[in-house]
C-alpha cells in the first residue's frame, strides 16, 4: 500500500487512525484482497478530515448478489471455466437461459 504519495498527491497529513476504523480493517475479510484494501485506504485518505483516518462501517459491507456466471458455484476462477469450455468444444449458447 502506497499511503505517502497518496497523502501528498491528496494534500493530507494522515497522523491517526480511529480506533473503529481499525477494529474494521482488522475485523473484515477482505475478499477483493490488496487491491480492495488500496481502493478503500485511498477512499479513506481522500474523505478523511483532519489528520485521523476514518473508514465508514459501509464501505466494508458485503453485498448479497446473484452470481452473474456460476463460477462462484463451480468454486473455480472464471478464466478456469472459459478454459474449459473452449478446450472441449462446448457452445455456451446451448445453455443459455432464454
Known amino acids: 500500500m502506497h499511503c505517502r504519495p497518496l497523502r501528498q498527491q491528496a494534500g493530507k497529513t494522515i497522523r491517526n487512525i480511529e480506533k473503529q476504523t481499525l477494529q474494521r480493517l482488522k475485523a473484515y475479510d477482505w475478499p477483493g484482497n490488496v487491491r480492495e484494501l488500496q481502493n478503500v485506504s485511498e477512499r479513506a485518505v481522500v474523505l478523511s478530515e483532519g489528520e485521523t483516518l476514518v473508514i465508514d462501517e459501509s464501505w466494508l459491507a ?32 446451448a445453455f443459455r437461459e432464454r
Request: proline residues 6%; aromatic residues 4%; positive net charge.
Open 62 to 93: 458485503r453485498k448479497q448478489r446473484k452470481p452473474s456466471n456460476g463460477t462462484a458455484v463451480l468454486g473455480i476462477p472464471r478464466q478456469t471455466l472459459e478454459w474449459k469450455i473452449r478446450n472441449l468444444n462446448i457452445d455456451k449458447l
